[in-house]
């Protein structure tokens, strides 16, 4: 369940320094390398759709901040802090386009700071990347042809939340890509569970 809130709950404040690039894959692309797409699928659980949709509505943010945060400390916990380019898909996300995920496996960056930095990510008026993102967020869209090296389909139905990883097998392990699936639903559940109000962004600001 969403933690009570606390007016200090966010204690510090998102790293203002540009974090170092994230490589979260185990091998680059190789040259004329042909795609070789594998996908695994999380069981549906109606316990995490209930807490994701929960704490959306109790801490006033979508549901699209609470899962590229829960994305940002899976990344983090497997691959070491820094950060990375994701692509976020969603209705409630427009228009698509890259935004700069940080990564971090623990303190300083708590669960509300994870929130507050995909929060931040997300702001119209945030810096994007320049560059393609290899990684793909999707939520509650209908899943095509893969178009990143990493994609994660997160879908909410009658059954319950699941969570979707495709990728190329040329550049992830299977069993790094099974550590990083472990590691977004524990971060899911902490997020969801230990989050507090958070702080506002300067498009906040002015409405």
Not at 96 to 103: Q, S, Y
Not at 109 to 138: F, K, R, V, W, Y
């Amino acid at each position: 369940m969403v933690a009570p809130f606390l007016p200090d709950e966010v204690k510090h404040a998102v790293v203002a320094a540009a974090p170092i690039a994230l490589d979260i894959f185990d091998r680059a692309q190789a040259v004329s390398a042909p795609l070789e797409f594998v996908s695994c699928a999380s069981a549906p659980s109606s316990e995490l759709a209930a807490e994701l949709e929960y704490a959306a509505e109790w801490l006033g943010v979508r549901s699209e901040e609470i899962l590229l945060a829960a994305l940002g400390r899976a990344f983090g916990r497997t691959r070491g802090d820094g950060a990375v380019a994701v692509t976020v898909r969603s209705a409630a996300v427009a228009p698509e386009h890259p935004v700069t995920l940080l990564c971090a496996t623990g303190w300083p960056m708590g669960p509300s700071e994870m929130l507050q930095g995909a929060h931040n990510a997300l702001l119209p008026d945030a810096d994007h990347p320049h560059s393609p993102a290899d990684i793909m967020l999707t939520v509650d869209t209908t899943a095509g042809a893969p178009e990143t090296p990493l994609q994660v389909h997160v879908r909410r139905t009658a059954d319950g939340l699941t969570v979707d990883w495709t990728y190329d097998a040329a550049r992830l392990d299977s069993y790094s890509v099974e550590e990083m699936a472990e590691q977004f639903v524990l971060a899911l559940i902490e997020i969801t569970s230990d989050a507090g109000a958070l702080l506002l962004g300067q498009t906040d600001k002015a409405i």
